[in-house]
């Protein structure tokens, strides 16, 4: 400033010197001080180029477009080639929701002021995504980032585009460049969890989220999000806590009432699950999906009734959705109402012939129904639209053994244990594994490696129930078995812990009845007296 003094104690009114000064106030935040320089400048010369320069962006700053715009536009009046004129106006005309004034503005720029300017190029590429030029929008901010590899900017709006052209991989590359020269972008990071989300890539994502969140703790999207990937992730306690920061933000979010639900779900906290679903349904009765969810919350716990009532409703609120048919079909399957599930798995296919669980439903429908070639041929049909259903494969093994297939039925279950992933294994997968062994002849040694998983699970309603189903299987098979001497013996103490186990589930809390009484597993225990007890138990029980 000193040297401006001196220039001005010479020329006091030196347009540019005055202009410079002014600009130096509002770089140094005192921007009332700059305009009140800026008025007294353009008084004195009304064309004073880098007066209404300095005004333009300070009114830029302050989000005072159409002045701006005006500022910008005497500029260019009065030097059609000004290096920066063009450029701001372009981004002044971006908030006005101008896109084409905008690019007619970076084109004279850029061919006639600075053909290789990189953040030109930035600034047009936004502004043809504003039109839906993608492809004209790719190569402006491809050609910036040729011209400057460490532009951040162009990195993000490069990834960003690709996310909406749907190419996640690419979109995930241009964002990590991004965060690599910027990386406290919360931006960035709020981009890359989304698209890490949408990947399925749970674990990363959550990492994003975390960084995003630690800068804008009350976010209530990102808490959503991080909260059903925690879900993913198996772990539900994270879930609650992050539904329940929304819910301390809004108790009425009916997205934390339900994603809470489901969590509570996971943790079988079946009745606790219900009553955030109900909350969820009172806050939104248009919520077809919580409809749908409490729905298999009832009939877990043999409500019968009121799991039908529910998928009702949700037909009734949303009649095109194919989920809502297969999803009634199947309780309807279970309280033996076959023609009713039937009419409504055909109308699930029939939407969606593509639905491979529908096919799935009346495959077992089928069977129930006493049509074992219906039922293959549906269920075959399921594994070809969906080859990684596990419950697909764990039916059709039950299908083959029941009509003597046992190397199919091994087969089945092998493949059910091949698509695990890594990590702890789940109920299905302990089933099947076990019934391997079982089904290869191998009896001690399958029913050793069931106890070891209940060792691990010795109190969970589900794998005391599904264990109890492979020690069935078991005593079904082993009765068949002419190699093994002791047949008979054996078939007595496997049913014997099979009815153990599953007297053990129920004390623990299992209520779902209904299937109990139809799951093909347990053909061998129905004329067991212990069976039929607990089956009265849970007749009385649902009343």
């Known amino acids: 400033m000193s040297l401006i003094a001196a220039v001005l104690d010479r020329r006091p009114n030196f347009s540019e010197a005055l202009a410079l000064r002014a600009r130096v106030l509002w770089l140094r935040g005192k921007t009332a001080d700059a305009n009140l320089e800026v008025a007294a400048l353009l008084k004195l010369d009304p064309n004073c180029i880098e007066a209404h320069l300095l005004r333009g962006e300070i009114q830029l700053q302050g989000g005072n477009h159409n002045q701006a715009l005006n500022d ?24 006005l929701d101008q896109p084409a004034d905008a690019i007619r503005d970076l084109d004279t720029h850029l061919k006639e002021i600075q053909a290789n300017h990189a ?39 490069r990834g960003l585009l690709h996310e909406r052209r749907g190419k996640l991989e690419l979109a995930v590359a241009d964002l990590t460049s991004h965060l690599e020269l910027k990386n406290d972008s919360m ?74 639900g489901n969590a509570l ?67 309807q399957s279970s309280q033996g109402k076959l023609k009713e599930a039937m009419e409504d798995f055909t109308k699930a296919i029939t939407m969606d012939p593509r639905d491979a669980y529908a096919h799935l439903g009346r495959g077992i429908a089928h069977r129930r129904g006493g049509k074992p070639a219906e039922a293959l041929a549906d269920l075959d ?15 059709r093994a039950s299908l083959h053994l029941s009509q003597g297939r046992l190397r199919e039925a091994r087969n089945d279950h092998e493949r ?18 076990t019934l391997v062994e079982v089904l290869s002849g191998k009896y001690d040694e399958g029913l050793k490696e069931a106890e070891a998983f209940l060792a691990d699970h010795p109190e969970d309603t589900d794998w005391l129930y599904d264990i109890a189903c492979a020690y069935a299987i078991a005593a079904e098979v082993v009765s068949k078995d002419e190699k093994i001497g002791d047949r008979s013996e054996r078939k007595r103490r496997y049913a014997d812990r099979a009815l153990q186990l599953l007297e053990k589930s129920v004390a623990k809390g299992y209520r779902n009845f209904s299937h109990m009484k139809v799951d093909f597993d347990f053909l061998v225990l129905h004329d067991e007296e212990r069976f039929k007890k607990l089956l009265e138990q849970g007749s009385k029980k649902s009343k």
């Open 187 to 260: 931006a960035g990071y709020r981009a890359r969890a989304r698209l890490y989300f949408n990947q399925e890539n749970w674990s990363a994502c959550v990492a994003d989220l975390g960084k995003y969140l630690a800068g804008n703790p009350r976010s209530v999207e990102a808490l959503n999000q991080r909260g059903n990937s925690y879900l993913r992730l198996g772990e539900p306690e994270k879930a609650i806590a992050d539904f329940d920061r929304i819910l301390g933000l809004d108790n009425t979010n009916t997205t934390a009432l339900f994603g809470k």
């Open 72 to 95: 910008f536009s005497k500029v260019i009046q009065l030097d059609r080639r000004h290096r920066s004129a063009y450029l701001l106006r372009a981004q002044v005309l971006q908030s």
């Open 265 to 331: 779900d996971r943790l079988g906290k079946t009745e606790q699950a219900i009553e955030l679903f109900t909350k969820t349904i009172e806050q939104n009765p248009g919520h077809v999906t919580a409809y749908l969810n409490r729905a298999i919350m009832y009939a877990r716990i043999d409500e019968s009734g009121k799991a039908l009532a529910d998928a009702t409703t949700a037909i009734e609120l949303e009649p095109e959705f194919a989920a809502s048919y297969r999803l009634r079909g199947s309780f």
């Open 381 to 395: 049909k399921a594994l070809e639209l969906n080859p990684r259903l596990r419950n697909a494969f764990t039916q």
């Open 416 to 433: 059910v244990v091949k698509l695990h992933a890594a990590g702890p294994p789940d109920v299905t997968f302990g089933y099947c594994k």
């Open 119 to 157: 953040l030109a190029f930035v600034r047009r590429g936004q502004a043809k995504q504003r039109i839906n030029d993608l492809e004209g929008a790719l190569a402006d901010f491809s050609k910036c980032l040729e011209l400057d590899d460490k532009n951040s900017d162009a990195f993000l709006a």
